[in-house]
């Protein structure tokens, strides 16, 4: 009778613990903090500081465990050069400001208390780029539409979860640079 009752008590933890690791499906919305990084495409990178910290707005929906959609604002920072000996600018001083919205198709798979994720989709960019020099400044204005991707995975705590991602963006930059790139860690709370 013992051991029945331990079986018993066994098999409604093993219930209890699967569905306390389920996946919390609904809308969420949370944020990310991260480190965006544009290179140069002609490996001058020792002259150019095109890391930055970044950040990210996420609302998302997540209508099957498998399953969901996300929109997110994402500011990647500025890339910068100072000039003097050594730039390929000259003594003109760049900037390079990143920003969009993005909208991806999110697939998860759960193993336990952690999904791992991949996800796809567009972002609609705008970027700005400015060149000072003696002369004066010049500023230009850009926008697109082009894809985006992303992997990751994370911890989940009932509503709350905890995730690291990396994403690529495939902005038009200003002749001469990479796409960016964001490695990021941000939270999310499911409302509903």
Not at 144 to 158: E, K, M, N, S
Not at 176 to 181: C, E, Q, R
Request: aromatic content about 12%; overall charge negative; charged content about 20%.
């Amino acid at each position: 009778m013992r051991s029945l009752r331990f079986l018993l008590a066994c098999a409604v933890a093993t219930l209890l613990a699967g569905n306390c690791y389920a996946a919390d499906n609904g809308v969420y919305a949370g944020g990310s903090l991260g480190q965006a990084k544009t290179d140069l495409s002609g490996g001058l990178d020792s002259v150019l500081d095109g890391k930055d910290t970044a950040f990210k707005l996420i609302v998302g929906l997540r209508p099957l465990d498998w399953l969901g959609v996300e929109l997110s604002y994402v500011d990647l920072g500025e890339v910068t050069q100072r000039g003097g000996s050594g730039n390929p600018l000259g003594s003109s001083d760049f900037r390079l400001d990143e920003a969009g919205f993005d909208a991806f198709g999110v697939l998860f798979y759960d193993i336990a208390m952690v999904d791992l994720f991949a996800k796809g989709g567009f972002i609609r960019w705008d970027t700005q780029s400015s060149v000072r020099s003696f002369f004066g400044r010049s500023i230009s204005d850009d926008q697109g539409t082009d894809l985006a991707y992303g992997v990751g995975a994370q911890a989940r705590f009932g509503s709350l979860a905890a995730r690291i991602e990396y994403e690529h963006f495939d902005i038009d930059t200003p002749p001469g640079f990479d796409s960016p790139d964001l490695i990021s860690l941000g939270v999310t709370w499911t409302f509903f």
